[in-house]
């Protein structure tokens, strides 16, 4: 079955960056993009953007242009979200989340808190 | 980008009874449309893709309809563990890909 790892939850001040990993596993790997979704507090569902884990190939929303940057290691089936210059509202939970069309399987989730 | 509407914001529901869920999309997405169902605490799960497909394990008392621009959820006889948060979402016109604000359901 797939299965979606997500590191566990992380506090940052604001200015700094955060890396969070999702470690996949039940299905190959190169087959199915990776999505990332945040989710604020008491709030709805935010994409993120995507990453092909076959090319490398990445689409951010425009949100979020020149502050994240996705990545995968495929000999780890693992994909990588950095999110930098961080701010008070980037408190949420993110999701790494395979899809094809629909967004089929989703990681458990971490927890990202900005504070100083 | 597209607008996706839920209505309404929250919906009481008897145990066993009918509950129905609308998602109205700023612009025609074709079936381009999913339905996830957030219980407190947990991801997202996928309960139906392409307007009307119920995604694999789900429940047959969970069904989809609609095109272009107005869609319905339907949970035909409401279970106790049914309550949580709907959200719907467009994978038509993308980036970015969008959701409604959700609908939650609880029991009555």
């Known amino acids: 079955q797939v299965q979606l790892v997500q590191s566990g939850a992380d506090m940052r001040k604001p200015g700094a960056s955060v890396k969070v990993s999702c470690k996949t596993s039940g299905y190959t790997f190169t087959d199915r993009y990776i999505h990332w979704v945040r989710q604020a507090p008491g709030q709805g569902l935010q994409w993120m953007g995507w990453?092909?884990?076959?090319?490398?190939?990445?689409r951010s929303a425009q949100n979020f242009e020149g502050r994240v940057t996705m990545t995968r290691d495929t000999a780890i089936n693992t994909a990588y979200l950095e999110l930098t210059r961080l701010k008070s509202d980037d408190t949420a939970v993110y999701y790494c989340v395979v899809a094809r069309f629909s967004f089929d399987f989703w990681g458990q989730g971490t927890l990202v808190t900005v504070s100083s | 980008e597209i607008v996706l509407t839920q209505s309404p914001a929250t919906l009481s529901v008897s145990p066993g009874d009918r509950a129905t869920l609308s998602c109205r999309a700023s612009?025609?997405?074709?079936?381009?449309l999913a339905w996830y169902q957030q219980i407190p605490g947990q991801p997202p799960r996928l309960l139906i893709y392409?307007?009307?497909t119920r995604a694999t394990g789900i429940p047959a008392r969970f069904s989809g309809s609609g095109s272009g621009t107005e869609f319905t959820l339907t949970i035909s006889s409401l279970q106790s563990e049914d309550c949580a948060v709907y959200y719907c979402q467009q994978y038509y016109n993308w980036p970015p890909y969008t959701f409604g604000q959700g609908t939650k359901v609880d029991i009555k």
């Open positions: 612009q025609s997405i074709r079936s381009d």
């Open positions: 990453i092909n884990p076959n090319s490398g190939d990445t």
């Open positions: 392409g307007a009307s």
